[in-house]
């Protein structure tokens, strides 16, 4: 159940304009979840009775032990947010320099990671179907250099964490995965994040599940956990500097967003799920859609649709924004043509879905008249 603002806002968007439904307020691609309010308050008096705000506060402590818990992971680092999660894991598994394989479809944090630690990306192109880097062309891309993999699940759906398990080991690199979009996500029996030397999540307001900022870390080692865990509040304790550290704390008004949250996500994913599929429905196989993978539970994050070419896309896009309906591109542009790069590289299959793809709305209250709406407008 949800409350609050949320109660029966899945009825309030529409009113009719002649014989078209428009939507009252502009329908961005996602929308913040907010707990009830009384239930975040009952934290902000916690917080105030105690004057304890941030360091690892029990707010803190509680939200990782029962985020452990929901994600089904024995490790957990909750920090400010996820593009810092992806520098410390670069720099707690000791990527200072040299390069990282990754892929050019992403939100350009992946990439801007590697560069701000002082590394060089090398792009490798990705699956056409499910978006992610493809495996098959990664050992073509290694080099004396090559210290690690980057690799994202792209939309939530599992990157071939088997083949890449194995190059890595066959290599002797470090696997990295970015789970932004893989929150709760099921893969062969257990947690997505459970994969690689480092995984990591970002808790941002547009996500699945969010703590307003944050990210969090899930390590495979105990020493890389150890390391992470002293490196994001400046690597000391007490008078002890042990190792370089940063400051990737989060404070226990994230944490107390994250609690309350954590009790609504499982209806979210479920309300998302029921929209998903009535999307599958109306817009049958005129679009090309994320593929549906047999051993994976997924999170219903996003709801990417590929068309045939981009002035198709930029079209569809029009006729969406006529109907206050505003979808988004994403990824867009393909990150191997950033213009801060030092070298060009190619990647033709992502640079070609980067400009035919968009994600349409979905978050858990957006009312399925409006989906209905939005795909009847696409079939126009
Ligand atoms: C959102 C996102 C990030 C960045 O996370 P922040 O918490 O916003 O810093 C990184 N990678 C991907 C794929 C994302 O979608």
Not at 49 to 62: C, D, F
Not at 277 to 298: N, S, T, V
Not at 303 to 324: D, F, G, I, Q, S
Request: proline share 4%; charged share 25%; glycine share 6%.
């Amino acid at each position: 159940m949800l409350g609050g603002s949320q109660e029966g806002a899945r009825q309030s968007y529409i009113f009719e304009r002649g014989d078209k439904r428009v939507p009252k307020e502009k329908i961005g691609v996602t929308k913040t979840f907010l707990p009830p309010f009384a239930e975040y308050e009952a934290y902000l008096t916690q917080i105030w009775s105690r004057r304890y705000v941030t360091n690892q506060g029990p707010l803190l402590q509680e939200f990782e032990k029962k985020i452990k818990k929901y994600l089904g992971v024995e490790d957990f680092h909750f920090v400010s947010n996820g593009t810092t999660a992806l520098q410390l894991a670069l720099n707690a598994l000791d990527i200072t320099q040299g390069e990282v394989v990754t892929t050019p479809f992403s939100y350009v944090a992946s990439t801007g990671a590697i560069l701000w630690e002082r590394c060089d990306p090398v792009f490798v192109d990705i699956d056409p179907v499910n978006f992610s880097i493809d495996a098959n062309k990664i050992e073509a891309a290694i080099t004396a250099k090559t210290k690690a993999i980057m690799a994202v699940h792209v939309f939530g759906v599992p990157c071939d964490v088997d083949k890449i398990a194995a190059i890595a080991r066959k290599h002797k690199l470090k696997v990295i995965y970015d789970a932004a979009h893989a929150f709760g996500v099921q893969y062969k029996g257990k947690s997505l994040l459970d994969y690689g030397d480092v995984s990591v999540c970002s808790f941002h307001a547009t996500k699945l599940f969010h703590t307003i900022e944050g990210g969090g870390l899930i390590a495979r080692h105990k020493g890389v956990s150890d390391s992470i865990e002293l490196k994001k509040r400046f690597g000391h304790n007490h008078d002890e500097h042990i190792m370089l550290g940063m400051n990737a704390k989060a404070s226990e008004f994230q944490a107390a967003m994250g609690l309350c949250n954590l009790k609504y996500v499982n209806q979210n994913i479920k309300w998302r799920r029921q929209l998903s599929e009535l999307y599958d429905r109306l817009l049958g196989d005129d679009f090309q859609k994320l593929p549906k993978m047999k051993d994976a539970r997924y999170n219903y994050a996003y709801y990417p649709v590929v068309v045939k070419n981009e002035a198709t896309l930029l079209r569809h896009m029009k006729a969406l924004n006529n109907e206050n309906v505003f979808p988004r591109r994403y990824f867009y542009p393909s990150l191997n043509t950033l213009p801060y790069l030092k070298s060009q590289q190619r990647a033709p299959i992502s640079e070609d879905i980067a400009r035919r793809i968009m994600c349409l709305p979905l978050y858990a209250d957006l009312s399925p008249d409006i989906v209905t709406n939005i795909c009847e407008v696409l079939h126009k």
